[in-house]
């Protein structure tokens, strides 16, 4: 199992500490999991022209890459303008529309207040949908004030971190015994 | 139907369609070598028109695991080894291509075919042509669209004047030579939305419309929008052909065919379109409304004369060579195309 962390942002050290920290309770659930954390600022990615996936290259191509060939994510987004960053959207955009088929998607959402909190279920989740995701029905919410010098510093924070890199775990085996399942019925 | 060549006292017209693509064997890992390919291609023409089905399409695709780039090279070719069966390009990628060019090659293509010539323009679904030939993906439709129509003023003046973006201006240019009765048949190669269709109804030329795979009434919306928009566009829509293309394999039972095709089908797709085809919609084939023509010979004339029904189209292409099926299995499933599913397609959509 692959489970690619997704810090949604340019510039965002607490969406990449918050993905860090998902990853690492993935981590420590299950040492046998591959993870990696990729951070779009890290990369030089074109913005979507509609074209097919495969006819990007460079760093674009890098990602992409990366993207459709993991069987789960935890999607780290910041809030920016009551919504996602246009980062994040444009490598949706990128993707085919089925990119995220039979594939788990955990949440973690940053915002500097709890107005927000409700972001993910009218911004992010219907996107995610569209594109055939199969999504942790809890996501975990962080207000920037638990973040001290890098660190999250919340013991509640803590426990429904744990439960997300569970429920991701355990869902995305889930979905892959399902698929197996419907696919035995056939003898082709 | 006349001006298309299409004669619908005779029922449909079934033929095969090829995109020349290249992929091994999924059993042996063997791939054949690019000319083999090629001239495999050339036989499965001739073997079509020996079987007595109605036409050949063969289209070009600029692509890793591709060999028919130079399509209008090997239908050349097909004119002069056959001498029956109508040859269609399909579809020939007008926007990276110069107008004139094309429309001298297919004149050409006309006269030694002795009229058998057809064009079905597109734009391609992947862009590897638009890096290879220097042309900007940014005007993706505005090219297509510009190109499109100078072909069909082509087709309609022998002395062309006109002015665009994308190509130097004519100016009372004759563009030579003229195609066997002054006309080339020219299509427009039309993916599953009604928004491409609707365009080629505004233009008032004929549709090939891919029907891959999926629910056969998805496609119809397509169909629908393409005949209202003719209509009102001042053409009549009971004179324009649709044609509907899918992918095509045939066995003496159904669970055969699924059981053999599966592992072609799924690897040629992740090859070829970057991902495995999902079981779980390949099993949808043995249903008739389905447009996957996957089964034995039965269900597949049930399959288009239920779409028939629908669709109301002129001619079915079938592609019966993806995926890097050994030559053996292509030649039969051409032979019950031609001998066992033609026969009753053509009987039941003939009109008086």
Redesign the interface.
Known sequence: MKILGISGSIKSQKTITAVETVLQAIKNKNKSIETELISLGDFDIAYSDGRDYRDYDGDTNTVISKVMSADAFVIGTPVYQSSIPGVLKNLFDLLPKDAFMDKVVGIVTTAGSDKHFLMVESQLKPILNYMKAIIVPKYVFINEAFFINGKIVSDDIEFRVRQLADDTINITEVVQEMRKKREDEFDF | MKEYKIDESKGMEIGLYSLGDLLPDVHTGNTISEQERIKNIVQQAKLAEEAGLDIFSLGESHQPYFTSQAHQVILGYITATTTKIKLTSGVTVLSTADPVRVFEEFSTLDLLSNGRIELIAGRA????VY?LMGIS??D?EAIFEEKFELLLQMNRERVVNWEGEYRASLEDAEILPRPLNDKLVIWRGVGGSPASAIKAGYQGVPMTLATLAGPASAFKEAVDAYRIVLDKSGFDSKKKPVATTSLCYIADET?TA??E??PYMSKGFELVN??PF???H??EAKNSNNTLMVGNWELIVEKILYQHELYGHQRFLAQVDFGGLPFSKIEKIIDILANKVAPVVRKETKKD
Do not use: H, I, Q, V
């Open positions: 679904s992947r862009t590897g890096k993906l940014r993706y669970s699924m059981r095709y599966f970057g991902r999902s079981k779980y390949f099993a």
